[in-house]
T-cell receptor, first 111, second 115 residues
């Protein structure tokens, strides 16, 4: 079974709008990571947030983590057509450091 | 570094044939993962190696699947005999694990089609 599950499954927005994706997980974690996958390519690491952190920023990306709710969100601000991709969260089950992925959110940004 | 290198990029084979997928991890990385991605099941972890030793192979679907890592710079995933339901994109990823947070670096994947 998946450790993390992203929501929504698909998201379609206009360029310039913000995109928010959510991730829920089941067990305790050491960290939570977000990855991006362009069509036909491998996954690329975006950002890592540790279990003792609540928010982290990287460029136009903002990640929050709520360990009490076992959930995280990824916000992409001022989206661009080039942000079109699938986004995955990854955690380690039960505190493991082996990344286990959800099914991803497919983001389409219309120019 | 060229990143994680997988070969072949595409493989089409007939049911019953043996298939071998190859992976060269990033030099210096001590952890290697094989994942399988399908629309139905998403991205599934098949097996995890640390320092060339298989640590967790609970995700390997059945005995038809086997993986080896003879040295730090090479790993294979073999399917024998292959079946149509094995059709998927197979990813290899590597990371440097030093007891703390680490990110995984993915190859471009091998798209396997079993007809």
């Amino acid at each position: 079974s998946q450790q993390g599950e992203e929501d929504p499954q698909a998201l379609s927005i206009q360029e310039g709008e913000n995109a928010t994706m959510n991730c829920s997980y089941k067990t305790s974690i050491n960290n939570l990571q977000w990855y991006r996958q362009n069509s036909g390519r491998g996954l690329v690491h975006l950002i890592l947030i540790r279990s003792n952190e609540r928010e982290k920023h990287s460029g136009r990306l903002r990640v929050t983590l709520d360990t009490s709710k076992k959930s995280s969100s990824l916000l992409i601000t001022a989206s661009r057509a080039a942000d079109t991709a699938s986004y995955f969260c990854a955690t380690g089950e039960g505190g493991s450091y082996i990344p286990t992925f959800g099914r991803g959110t497919s983001l389409i940004v219309h120019p | 570094d060229a990143g994680v290198i997988q070969s072949p990029r595409h493989e089409v084979t007939e049911m019953g044939q043996e298939v071998t997928l190859r992976c060269k991890p990033i030099s210096g990385h001590n952890s290697l993962f094989w994942y399988r991605q399908t629309m139905m099941r998403g991205l599934e972890l098949l097996i995890y190696f640390n320092n060339n030793v298989p640590i967790d192979d609970s995700g390997m679907p059945e005995d038809r699947f086997s993986a080896k890592m003879p040295n730090a710079s090479f790993s294979t995933l073999k399917i024998q005999p292959s079946e149509p339901r094995d059709s998927a994109v197979y990813f290899c990823a590597s990371s440097l694990y030093r007891g703390g947070d680490t990110e995984a670096f993915f190859g471009q994947g091998t798209r396997l089609t079993v007809v």
